[in-house]
């Protein structure tokens, strides 16, 4: 456990110290964009949780991501509640309870039902979402004021404050996140979970309890998905159903295998590099989807592991003595 | 009564598209035990150019009776991009693990959603002259679209007519054949990659008579597909994937649902139908006529 601690320390160390002047040296733009980046990141990171260490594909992360923005909506608007931490209290238990009750569900089944499973109650949120307008505010959304965090106020300018202090308060978490997961994929919990995803029958004779493994994965990627979806309302400032409908899942599934979810990292490169490339792709053309869907199309026939994928191969490339 | 009746006529209407849809879907699903999320998309392209042939049509004065003709264009055209899709896309992936044939599709539902935009543009395409054209019958005091009844027949027709395609001719028995055991077809001397290519082509045929038929009376609008491909797959969830006949059962159920939810509980009408699916799936996995494998 020691050398890839270290190994990954050798790159986790530098990369960190770039996210935090990132907000000095580039334009606020740039950072709010990033700051989108690592929220997904934290979402992928749990939806990977499922895909790349237990080997169930959901098509229905939406829900949780969803659960989370809605939480922290529904919080403003019934409780006037104005404090971060307590939106993220709420978001994560509001997560956890939606997974616990889905995931019960759907970890019955692997392979495609357990897909469609999520997605058809994925769906389900969202069409609440969609037709409770008078709670939810239909396809407006609600309006999601700028938190105080840790009990300071955000002040008046909003760009300052989410560029800044949101900005560092988000990389905090998400560092906290990252090292969650990375203690969680590395300990016998999730070496297990590997098993399962490798050989289920070879798992449950070593004496796995797959469905209850299956289902703690669940929850916690859920868990995941509902804390991201917390961070992202403030910084949306809207929670719409947009964030609920199953195409948004799409999304998640593609940030994770843009990245590549055979690797630690993967989603969360996947992820932001999914948030500049939609970020340009719409700023550039109304036909964005075309240009995603080409990217992505290409990107499962051409590199099915994604930009961590490419960069392993062009690291031994660079290794190999001529 | 006649109210009741209305009802029944507009679930039948709605089940006999739904129907078109899903069992595409199923059929696809059945043969290749691939999920095309790109399927609603195919729907779409149908109700486009049907709708586009026919207003081009009638904006250059065409005689009634040749509006009616260029129906089915809709359907063809549909079938004519999944017979290149096929091959091309689709091949490729059958050997590899589901996540990717879902991202594959999922792309492509992203592409195809985008050429319909960039090929005729934002605004809802409509073929109502046909439907006005068709004019309308009498029941009781309520008067409705004679085109409507035309819905639900070809929905029916096309049910049968598919019925008979599988279970009565000899590419029916060699389509079985192949989706009960590819490798065993294959090793018989079927020739596999053109029964794919054909399976897959009606599949989309389907898919893009449903949109065909339904485009007179709604419109061809952005995301339908989207929509369409969510409510195929409750019908298919239901009524067990890759079985016609639950196609076409789960069609029944959930036009009747809908029909019944938007009358008498508009608000939960699409979460029930959702929780439905997911009862079913807890019930009996492989669908009420599923053939129980997973």
């Known amino acids: 456990m020691a050398a890839p601690a270290l190994k990954i320390l050798a790159w986790a160390v530098p990369l960190g110290l770039a996210l935090l002047i990132a907000p000095h040296v580039v334009g606020p733009f740039q950072t709010l964009t990033l700051l989108y980046g690592l929220i997904f990141g934290i979402a992928v990171l749990g939806f990977n949780l499922l895909l790349g260490y237990t080997g169930l594909l959901s098509f229905g992360h939406s829900a949780y991501f969803g659960a989370g923005a809605y939480t922290v909506a529904l919080m403003v608007k019934y409780f006037k509640i104005a404090s971060m931490e307590l939106f993220l209290a709420g978001s994560v238990l509001m997560s956890a309870v939606i997974a616990i009750v889905f995931g019960f569900v759907c970890v019955r089944y692997t392979r495609i039902f357990f897909g469609i499973l999520t997605l058809a109650l994925s769906q389900v949120l969202w069409s609440l979402a969609f037709k409770f307008f008078w709670v939810t505010g239909g396809t407006d959304g609600l309006r999601i004021p700028t938190p105080s965090l840790l009990g300071m106020s955000p002040g008046t300018d909003k760009m300052e404050f989410l560029a800044f202090r949101y900005y560092y308060y988000v990389l905090a978490v998400f560092v906290l996140c990252a090292i969650v997961m990375w203690v969680i994929v590395h300990s016998p919990f999730g070496k297990a979970l590997q098993a399962i995803r490798d050989n289920e029958t070879r798992a449950e004779f070593v004496g796995i309890r797959i469905r209850r493994y299956r289902l703690i994965a669940f929850v916690i990627s859920g868990v995941f998905a509902g804390l991201a979806g917390a961070l992202w309302a403030p910084l949306n400032g809207l929670a719409t159903p947009d964030v609920l409908v199953w195409t948004f899942s799409g999304e998640i599934v593609f940030m994770a295998v843009l990245g590549g979810f055979h690797n630690f990292i993967g989603p969360i490169v996947g992820a932001v590099a999914f948030t500049y490339l939609k970020t340009y792709a719409v700023g550039l053309t109304v036909y964005w989807q075309l240009a995603l869907g080409t990217v992505l199309v290409v990107l499962v026939l051409a590199l099915p592991k994604g930009i961590m994928g490419l960069a392993e191969i062009v690291a031994a490339r660079l290794r190999r003595p001529r | ?294």
């Open chain 2, 1 to 294: 009564m006649e109210l009741l009746l209305i009802h029944v006529l507009n679930a039948l209407l709605y089940s006999a598209v739904l129907f078109l849809i899903a069992g595409g879907l199923s059929l696809i699903y059945g043969v290749m035990r691939i999920i095309n999320l790109a399927h609603g998309n195919l729907y779409a392209i149908g109700a486009y150019v049907t709708a586009w042939s026919i207003g081009a049509a009638a904006a250059g004065g065409a005689p009634d009776a040749v509006l009616f003709l260029l129906l089915p264009v809709g359907a063809i055209a549909a079938a004519a991009v999944g017979a290149v899709l096929e091959p091309t896309l689709l091949r490729p992936f059958y050997k590899r693990p589901e996540e990717y044939q879902l991202l594959v599709t999922f792309g492509l539902l992203m592409i195809i959603e985008d050429c319909l935009h960039l090929i005729w543009g934002p605004n809802p395409l409509s073929a109502g002259k046909v439907y006005q054209l068709a004019g309308s019958v009498t029941i009781g005091t309520f008067r409705y679209p004679a085109y409507n009844l035309a819905v639900i027949a070809i929905g029916i027709l096309s049910a049968v007519a598919l019925w008979a395609f599988i279970y009565r001719t000899r590419f029916g028995v060699v389509l079985r054949a192949t989706s009960q055991n590819m490798r065993m077809a294959s090793a018989l001397g079927v020739n596999v990659n053109r029964i794919y290519i054909q399976a897959f082509t009606i599949g989309c045929l389907m898919a893009g008579l449903g949109g065909a038929i339904v485009v007179p009376g709604q419109s061809a609008v952005l995301g339908m597909g989207v929509e369409a491909l969510i409510l195929a797959f409750v019908v298919v969830v239901i009524g067990g994937l890759g079985s016609l006949e639950g196609a076409f059962a789960g069609a029944l159920i959930v036009g009747f649902v809908r029909e019944a939810g938007v009358a008498l509980f508009p608000e939960v009408e699409l979460a029930v139908l959702y929780l439905i699916a997911a009862i079913v799936l807890l019930v009996r996995p492989a669908g009420l006529f599923g053939r129980g494998e997973r």
